[in-house]
């Protein structure tokens, strides 16, 4: 049976030039605008990727008809100032 | 003075073939037991275990039939595994649908409306700011292609 392949298909970065002409933007608030392209390329908060990311591996691996882990929510871009 | 303060909730979607249906909840507790690990939960809703939330490869025409096309479009978001696969299967299907355009523009809505969620907590005026400026910005440049024959050719460019 051949291994299944394990793509993680991510959102690009932005470029931070496509955030230049929003002048209300502070340095704080554009670096997390930024960040939060970044962050949607997780599927979470990047120190708990690896873990996850073996995990996930794993069960796609084990579980008959097993595809894809898909989430729309990164738990890391949802951050309270 | 402006301190982040990241959420640990984590909601996940299942894809597969007809065949993991019955390992929907198992699946859903090994990863909620490897989550935990680091110091994230589980959904109580999205967590992979119900099979409203699970999108059956093996039965694309009936997400179709049923209009559900916040499932379909599941392979296009933030995804790992068997992605490009997954992607083409939906392709595939849309594109053979009598139609097809109107399916895949709904499909396309289904994930704009998904390139709004978590932008923070933030003052009203900057709120705005968020919905007017940015989140415009944000979904021309990760929208998804205007058709599907088009999505299917960036598939295979990659």
């Known amino acids: 049976m051949p291994e299944k392949q394990t793509d993680v298909l991510r959102f690009p970065a932005i470029d931070p030039s496509d955030l230049a002409n929003i002048p209300e933007l502070t340095p704080e608030r554009k670096a997390f605008l930024e960040g939060s392209y970044l962050e949607r390329s997780y599927l979470v908060a990047p120190e708990a990727q690896d873990a996850l990311t073996a995990s996930f591996s794993k069960l796609i691996s084990s579980v008959p008809g097993f595809e894809c882990v898909v989430n729309v929510e990164v738990p890391q871009t949802e951050v309270y100032y | ?158």
């Open chain 2, 1 to 158: 003075m402006e301190k982040p303060n990241a959420a640990t909730d984590l909601d996940i979607y299942f894809v597969g073939c007809a065949s993991m249906l019955n390992g929907l909840s198992s699946a859903s507790d090994i990863v909620e037991r490897e989550a935990q690990h680091v110091g994230l939960t589980l959904d109580g809703e999205l967590n992979g275990k119900r099979a409203s939330n699970f999108l059956d490869l093996d039965d694309v025409s009936g997400h179709t039939a049923r209009e559900e096309f916040n499932l379909l479009v599941l392979p296009f978001q933030s995804a790992f595994g068997n992605v490009v696969a997954a992607r083409r299967t939906i392709l595939k299907a849309v594109i053979t649908h009598p139609d097809k355009q109107q399916v895949w523009d709904e499909m396309a809505f289904y994930h704009a409306q998904s390139l709004s969620l978590h932008h923070g907590s933030w003052s009203p005026a900057f709120s705005d700011v968020i919905l007017q400026r940015y989140y415009p910005e944000k979904v021309a440049k990760f929208e998804l292609p205007a058709t599907p024959e088009e999505a299917l050719t960036a598939l295979f460019t990659k």
